[in-house]
């Protein structure tokens, strides 16, 4: 089985734990094997979370530079940051709703452009998917459903050797009496990915 | 019922390396576990705290891990399958107890998990514990997947029962936070309940005991050196004449590096499991197969120059390699991409050039630190202390925890750290030769750690200083864990003690003590300018609980606060604070509603007045 590589990137509370975890669940349902690891040590202080995931025969847990094959970003800032881990064949999705890092506040730093982040990355990879995840999760009628807009647009991508519905199973089996609103936000983002 | 408690042998199930190890010692008939958190070993503890609860499994946070060991240890001796779990700098606190309980030995099982931290995500070094084996004489088991981490438990246990000595169980961050699909074993019977057979003459370590205790322990090492070189976990693959000898998770990205450099048909690699004693023969025996060896290991050429030292023994001369400028670091941690390039490079195989992407052309993006929550009762100590100490020359000794964060711009308080305890006792130095004035931070948990001792000798040795103790009710930093100064009741227990804090202060002789409350914050300057003005040992104790913590207990919070027209944009609020609920939007301050707890901080210091409880919006 062919091995593929899927890096995360958010900010500490935008739910990529959970995220990685469903799609965890939904490989052990379909019998892929997975394996993956995660930076969390300061994840509620506000700091980077990032997750590897990586799919199929490989033995390794993390994901060096430039051998990602999807790169999925919940903040866009984040999803420029990690572009280290892409190469000129990777899929790159990412929200477009900015959470600029408190830096910009207090005059530590300029938050980037929003057109020329997507023309960089549009530039440097295969396909970039950018959209605004935060809008569509407020419209699932759940706002912290962004990871779930987003796993949407990753499954509907076809890179993954995972169906959507084997996802939707997980987030049922995961996220409880959100997953009406979390099934709502997949599909919404499935759609949306569809578009662009 | 626990997920971890599941008795379906053979079943799989989706696991964190930290859940995987627990499982282990769950399979293993573990009944007694001892721990101070630590990333990345926590959830290790937190998984028993919660499975403690719901079955025999005894379990204790205790003070620090010197005690945990200690704790461990007595229930080890009476027969009883013991665990006890730290980070890799907290068997350093441990190891006054670590090296002479090697002497003694155990009955039952005793298991200690050093979790080790290459790159250091969360802790202040690198140390590579696998010299702790070393230098005490003890068993090191080093598992190099989350599956394996869970099946190595067992091992360990029956290990340490078969030399009647503790083991260690060395993991890396990438073990323990790393994530698998597990297959689940049998689980054994726990027997929780021991006994003690008196036996002074072994017991109690006096120096004539000792000297026949140390013979013991180094034959128990000999017996030990021949375990290790018939372990199931110290095994060879392959048949090539490229020798790499590995350990941890390096073996992993080696298994992918050799397959993808397509070496397989001439490598031949040794992976090491049970690293100390390294298994002597069974090396010996691989490197007369080899024309040429890399060792690939994170941290120390702790495998390499042992294997040196057996191709001497054996008058081997061919190359051995692992440490060096053009191979591998002794700093950080490895990555697949790394490894298989070294192993190109060394064994002169064809290298497909890396992929990345040119990233030129990529504005520098803002730096994203984590930082203090919004509403942070800490964020407005430091401020209180700031203004307080407002004119003097300072130096702001600091400790370990949320707190620590403080340190960064705009607050700046933080100049000295080194471990566990140190903000105290580097205060009595300072104090000493400078003529500065020393105002330390230590949180709750780190206090009862191993602040006690410091603050004893200030109040012996008369030095001079201020020591805010940053009481805040829980370890926040490592997840919320208990201390001792905790009331227990908030995780619905009950049958503990508790102490408080003002309490042992007082007991310890301190003169000046002040408990203030942190979000008062024209209160709290006034009786801090007032233990600063103290000549002597003042302590203030700035309580209130975490906000996080009491979000999650869903204790009631402020109402949030807002940013009204008679802001004029001086924007103190932003620049002395660094509260993250602030953002900008056109130039003007703006608060997340969302983000804030409504601590009220922002608005006592606003010069305008201007921030106001949301509710009061027109
Ligand atoms: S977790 Fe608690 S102590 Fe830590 S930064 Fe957040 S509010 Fe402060
Ligand atoms: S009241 Fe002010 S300082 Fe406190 S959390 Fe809200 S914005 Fe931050």
């Given at each position: 089985m062919k091995t593929t590589r899927l890096i995360i990137v958010a900010v500490g509370g935008q739910g990529n734990l959970l995220a990685s975890r469903i799609l965890g669940e939904a490989s052990l349902l379909s019998g892929i094997p997975i394996r993956m690891s995660e930076i969390?040590?300061?994840a509620q202080r506000g700091g980077?979370?990032?997750?590897?995931?990586?799919?199929g025969e490989a033995e390794s847990t993390i994901i060096s530079d430039g051998e990602a094959d999807v790169l999925v970003g919940f903040e866009p800032s984040e999803t420029l940051r990690a572009l280290n881990k892409c190469n000129s064949g990777t899929t790159v999705i990412t929200n477009l709703s900015p959470l600029p890092p408190f830096t910009v506040a207090i005059g530590k730093g300029v938050y980037p452009d929003l057109g020329l982040l997507q023309e960089l990355i549009r530039e440097k990879t295969k396909r970039l998917i950018a959209f605004d995840a935060t809008a569509l999760a407020k419209e699932a009628g759940n706002v912290?459903?962004?990871?779930?807009?987003l796993l949407g647009a990753l499954l509907q991508t076809d890179i993954l050797p995972l169906s959507a519905d084997n996802v939707k199973e997980a987030i049922k089996v995961r996220t409880g009496k959100f997953a009406e609103s979390n099934i709502r936000a997949f599909e919404l983002g499935f759609s949306s990915a569809k578009l662009s | 019922m626990h997920k971890l408690l599941t008795d379906t042998p053979g079943n799989k199930m989706l696991l964190l390396g930290s859940e995987a190890i627990a499982r282990g010692a769950v399979e293993a008939g573990l009944a007694f576990a001892a721990t101070y958190p630590g990333t990345p070993s926590s959830e290790i503890s937190l998984?028993?705290?919660?499975?403690?609860?719901?079955?025999?499994?005894?379990?204790?946070?205790?003070?620090?891990?010197?005690?945990?060991?200690e704790v461990a240890a007595a229930a080890a001796n009476s027969g009883v399958r013991s665990m006890c779990i730290m980070k890799h700098v907290g068997l350093n606190v441990a190891a006054d107890a670590l090296m002479t309980l090697a002497y003694v030995g155990v009955k039952g099982g005793l298991v200690i998990i050093t979790a080790d931290d290459p790159f250091m995500f969360s802790s202040q070094n690198e140390q590579d514990n696998r010299y702790y084996g070393k230098l005490s004489g003890l068993p090191v088991i080093e598992p190099s997947s989350v599956q394996e981490a869970k099946e190595m438990m067992p091992y360990a246990f029956d290990l340490s029962e078969e030399l009647q000595e503790p083991v260690l169980f060395r993991t890396t961050t990438r073990i323990n936070h790393s994530t698998a699909i597990v297959e689940l074993g049998k689980i054994r019977k726990?027997?929780?309940?021991?006994?003690?057979?008196?036996?002074?003459f072994n017991y109690v370590t006096v120096p004539a005991v000792s000297r026949k205790l140390h013979v013991k322990l180094l034959k128990n090492i000999e017996k030990a050196s021949n375990i290790s070189d018939n372990s199931i976990y110290n095994f060879t693959e392959g048949k090539g004449d490229f020798g790499i000898i590995c350990n941890g998770v390096s073996y992993i990205y080696v298994s992918d590096a050799v397959k993808d450099?397509?070496?397989?048909?001439?490598t031949r690699i040794l992976r090491v499991g049970?690293?100390?004693p390294m298994p002597a023969k069974l090396i010996k025996t691989f490197l007369k197969e080899c024309k040429k060896v890399l060792v690939v290991e994170e941290g120390e050429p702790y495998m390499e120059e042992a294997v040196k030292a057996f191709a001497q023994e054996e008058g081997l001369t061919m190359p051995i390699r692992g440490k060096g400028e053009d191979l591998f670091s002794r700093l950080y941690e490895f990555d697949p991409a790394m490894v298989r390039k070294c192993i190109a490079k060394f064994f002169d195989a064809a290298f497909p050039a890396p992929k990345t992407v040119d990233l030129s052309g990529i504005p520098e993006l803002p730096q994203r630190p984590p930082n203090l929550c919004a509403g942070c009762s800490h964020r407005a100590t430091f401020y209180a202390v700031k203004k307080a100490a407002e004119g003097l020359e300072t130096i702001y000794p600091t400790d370990i925890g949320c707190y620590t964060l403080g340190f960064l711009p705009p607050l700046g308080m933080g100049d000295f750290l080194i471990c566990m305890g140190s903000s105290v006792g580097t205060s009595c130095g300072f104090s000493k030769v400078t003529d500065n004035k020393v105002i330390s931070f230590i949180g709750d948990s780190t206090f009862f750690h191993s602040g006690i001792p410091g603050l004893v000798n200030a109040v012996f040795n008369n030095h001079n200083f201020t020591l805010v103790i940053l009481d805040n009710g829980t370890t926040a930093m490592t997840g919320h864990q208990p201390n001792p100064g905790v009331d227990m009741s908030n995780f619905n227990l009950s049958g503990y003690g508790r102490i408080i804090i003002e309490?042992?202060?007082?007991?310890?002789?301190?003169?000046?003590?002040?408990?203030?409350?942190?979000?008062?914050?024209?209160?709290?300057?006034?009786?801090?300018k007032e233990a600063l003005n103290f000549k002597g040992v003042s302590v203030v104790i700035a309580k209130e609980m975490c906000t996080l913590y009491s979000k999650s207990l869903k204790k009631p919070t402020g109402k949030p606060f807002y940013i009204s027209e008679k802001c004029k944009n001086h924007r103190n609020c932003v620049n002395d604070l660094a509260c993250p609920a602030f953002s900008l939007k056109d130039n003007r301050v703006h608060i997340d509603p969302v983000m804030c707890s409504g601590c009220s901080v922002c608005a006592q210091i606003c010069p305008e007045n201007a921030i106001l409880p949301l509710k009061d919006k027109k």
């Open positions: 969390h040590g300061m980077v979370v990032e997750s590897a995931l990586v799919f912290m459903s962004v990871n779930m807009v | 998984n028993f705290f919660q499975i403690s609860q719901e079955s025999d499994l005894y379990f204790e946070y205790s003070t620090n891990e010197k005690v945990a060991l726990r027997v929780t309940k021991g006994s003690f057979k008196k036996d002074p450099l397509n070496l397989e048909d001439k049970f690293s100390h309490d042992v202060v007082k007991a310890l002789g301190v003169q000046h003590i002040t408990v203030i409350r942190p979000y008062r914050i024209k209160k709290s300057i006034e009786a801090i």
